[in-house]
């Protein structure tokens, strides 16, 4: 299967909002509980670290990056999304979609990517820890789903090309 990387346009949002949908169904990729209109999702993720993968003409999985504050501080530190759809799972296309992110991100004086991940969700740990994040962290019962609490492992790459 080949897979693209392009540039996430607004044109691709109803199938990322799809993919998104096929995560939060599964209760271990993340706390929401429904999908953003376009704008306000548009609003929260940087523009130029955001990704689709296609294969065959479709989208099969899509990736960006979110400030972690609006404080100056950490104008390098963002938290990545890495969504791929249920069907193209384990095919490859979270590795390229994640080692692009962070080459683009690096670009843009990046220097810290973090994700928090459920600790059932252990693909996606194996996933990000391949592509250089490590576990710093768990952040007992930091949230409840569906009258439970939930535990997030939290995991980091810090830049060895900017931020130093």
Request: charged share 25%; net charge positive.
């Amino acid at each position: 299967m080949k897979i693209i990387i392009d540039k996430m346009t607004k044109t691709h949002w109803p199938s990322v909002a799809q993919i998104s949908r096929e995560g939060i169904a599964t209760q271990n990729a993340t706390f929401e509980t429904t999908v953003p209109e376009w704008e306000i999702w548009d609003e929260s993720h940087l523009r130029e670290c955001r990704f689709v993968a296609r294969s065959g003409g479709s989208i099969t999985g899509w990736a960006a990056l979110s400030p972690v504050s609006t404080r100056c501080v950490y104008g390098g530190v963002t938290e990545v999304s890495v969504y791929v759809a249920g069907q193209h799972r384990g095919k490859g296309i979270g590795r390229k979609l994640l080692k692009r992110l962070i080459n683009e991100s690096e670009a843009i004086g990046i220097w810290t990517l973090e994700a928090g991940i459920f600790p059932e969700n252990s693909a996606s740990i194996e996933l990000f820890k391949s592509c250089g994040f490590r576990v710093v962290g768990v952040r007992e019962k930091i949230g409840k789903m569906y009258g439970n609490w939930r535990d997030v492992m939290l995991l980091e790459r810090r830049s060895e090309i900017t931020g130093h």
